[in-house]
């Protein structure tokens, strides 16, 4: 009989991201007759019609979310009271209060109902001990093993310590993610560090490279580099569009791809963007594609892929992507990038927003595309050999019995 997983993804801003995307490799990997997945998702996704040809059952839940902002984050009393040490711990006790009653029990109970409802074995929450804090009192409501992934490098308080003790397994993904969440006393009954993965099924172009350059209006031997991800500060598009800036005129034939949807809260970022795209002039050379469905087709068509984050990635998903294509892959020096690439051995490492350091990479690899050929080729055997698919699902199938037989270690 198969372990029935319920994954809950509570990512919202109306994007596909790394996170669920993996999940999505983890399920196309997963033994049918050993294990059967089926997705809560907070709202709905681009990408469930792909989930549907799965057979992947999708059940999504409403989350209320308390605003950020306030009226009264503007009023000097209001912070100065903040600084007092018992007023301040009351409020932050009261937001969290608030944050139960209004945000999180509500999804707690749909959660907790479709586990009933379903039979579920474990619950695998993607998002970390902080945001899926509803799915642990999910997990807790109906005594359901937990399996808790941690994806990025959250702030923690004294609930989230007090809850990752009463955890059945938490699996970062990251050395750098583990060492985060040790540091903050973040530390469950088992702890492992797991890689992602990526399908190589899934990443296997369907088209010709020459077709796709057409269709974007590209010559066949011109240089191509793209970045790919959520349109967001973060994400350091900005960087690589400023870079191109800089050496447009020793390679003035080279394109720019920003491949991805524009997150809610990236909507004023992309529109200064496409604004010193035109400044810079290099309103031909530098494209939005916005999201796209066919990433395996442009990654077997670049010949570089840019990753920009100016804050420490926690992974990195479009690095391993590139790397896995055979593409030089240039990425920022920070985070879980640092466990994928080696510079100048398996791809370039440049500091986060570093726009000088990411154009002398560029105009290096497009002034010796032989020498960024080579690194591009370690590097593709380097995930070959570190971040198999086969290995991801093996790690993350023992975690699943693991938590089903009770066991910690």
Known sequence: MSIRVLIVEASSGGVVGGSLTGFVHLIRGLKPEDFSASLALYEKKSIEPELAELGVDVHHVQRRRLPKQHALLDKPAYQSAKRIGAIGGALRTARQTARIVA?????????????????????????????????????????????????????????????????DALVSMTEAIAAHCRDSGVVARSNQVIYDAVDPAWLRPTRDPAAVRAELGVGAEAPLIAISGNIQEWKGQAVLVEAMGRIAERHPSAYCLIVGGVHRAGEEYAAAMRRRIEELGLTERVRFLGFRDDIPDLMNTIDIVVHASVRPEPFGRVIL?????????????AGGARELIRDRDT???????????????????????????????????????????????AEMSAVYERVMRNETT
């Open 103 to 167: 945000e999180e029990m509500p999804a707690a109970r749909q959660l907790a109902r479709i586990v009933r409802d379903e039979k579920i074995d474990v619950l695998h929450l993607g998002n970390g001990v902080r945001a899926n804090f509803d799915g642990i009192l999910a997990g807790w409501m109906t005594r359901t093993p937990i399996v808790c992934h941690v994806k990025g490098f959250e702030k923690y308080s004294g609930r989230e310590r007090w809850a990752a003790a009463r955890i």
């Open 321 to 333: 992507e590139g790397l896995l294509a055979g593409r030089l892959v240039i990425a920022s020096d």
């Open 347 to 393: 791809g370039f490492m440049v500091a986060p927003g570093d726009v000088a350091g990411l154009a002398e990479r560029l105009d290096e690899a497009l002034s010796d595309p032989q020498a960024a050929a080579s690194i591009a080729e370690r590097g593709q055997a380097w995930a070959r050999e570190n971040f198999s698919l086969e290995r991801h699902i």
